[in-house]
């Protein structure tokens, strides 16, 4: 089967295509037959060695996953044979990336894919929806807030965006540059801000940009962020978290219900083939916040 694997990190040219064995499906996973996934900032962070992974060489990319399940491993019974699924795997932790033609993944980190929806267009849901259902989750917030999510035109952001919406709370959100603006998902954010954050305006950030955010927050507000590295010295340890996302199918089946009921707005994006992993990696590379997608 094709694998897109690197052995040391670099820029786009370390990324080769390979053909590498099947893997068996272990206690409690599942074997997939790729569709479609994406690109994340993570891979390029893998990619590049700013994000070490574990194990040794070679390493395979890949965070998201659409596919069908081709083989169930012993007491996985969840998903038979045929069955259509969305996934993530957490790959700079367990090293299991999912850029290849067959991946085995337990099955508790799969959820049903929804029908009628393109596998380039779902392969966008799955790392940056746990990502963003995870943040907003890590808020704890119990009454309607004011929430900043800086970076809100991004993958990650623009579904915090939403799903502060979805819980009846103000979304406010925070982009670069002025044609960002243009990209966020219609009628959720109260207030778009371009360049500077608000002071003292909200009760809780969301930080996919690691950037310092502490003069938005109110009193007693919570800070959350999903760059390693963050939150800034200023904000006290008890009021900050930082979210290292983790696979949950049950999270997973939770944004593709929102999917399905047209409550979640995932972008137009740019298909190439694995067989074009390099220029899928040069256009990403070029145009930041524009999604890419790679499909079989």
Request: proline content about 7%; glycine content about 10%; overall charge negative.
């Amino acid at each position: 089967m094709f694998a897109v694997q690197f052995d040391s990190p670099g820029y786009t040219d370390v990324l080769q295509l390979r053909d590498i064995p099947v893997p068996s499906p272990g206690e409690g996973e599942v074997l997939i037959a790729l569709e479609a996934s994406a690109i994340n900032p993570a891979d390029v962070k893998i990619r590049s060695g700013v994000i070490p992974l574990q194990g040794s060489a070679p390493f395979t990319l890949g965070y998201d996953l659409v596919g069908t399940v081709e083989e169930t491993g012993p007491n996985a019974d969840r998903f038979l044979p045929g069955a259509r699924v969305i996934g993530a795997s957490t790959s700079a932790l367990t090293g299991n990336g999912t850029w290849s033609e067959f991946v085995c993944l337990p099955e508790t980190s799969l959820a049903r894919a929804p029908e009628d929806v393109d596998p380039a267009i779902l392969a966008q849901l799955p790392l940056p929806g746990l990502t963003a259902m995870q943040a907003v989750d890590a808020l704890q917030l119990t009454k309607k807030s004011d929430v900043l999510v800086a970076g809100a035109a991004g993958a990650v952001g623009r579904i915090a965006l939403q799903l502060l919406h979805l819980r009846g709370h103000r979304a406010h959100a925070l982009v670069r540059r002025a044609e960002q603006a243009e990209m966020l998902p219609t009628g959720v954010a109260e207030e778009v801000y371009i360049g500077s954050p608000p002071v003292s305006r909200v009760d809780g950030v969301i930080d996919t940009a690691g950037i310092d955010l502490s003069a938005a927050l109110r009193p007693g507000g919570h800070y959350v962020t999903v760059v390693p590295g963050s939150p800034p010295h200023s904000v006290s340890t008890e009021s900050a978290t930082l979210v290292i996302t983790h696979e949950s199918g049950a999270m997973l089946h939770a944004l593709a219900e929102h999917l399905t009921a047209g409550e979640l707005n995932l972008p137009e994006s740019t298909a190439f083939t694995f067989s074009e992993i390099v220029a899928a990696h040069d256009e990403y590379d070029r145009q930041l916040g524009r999604r890419i997608t790679l499909v079989v």
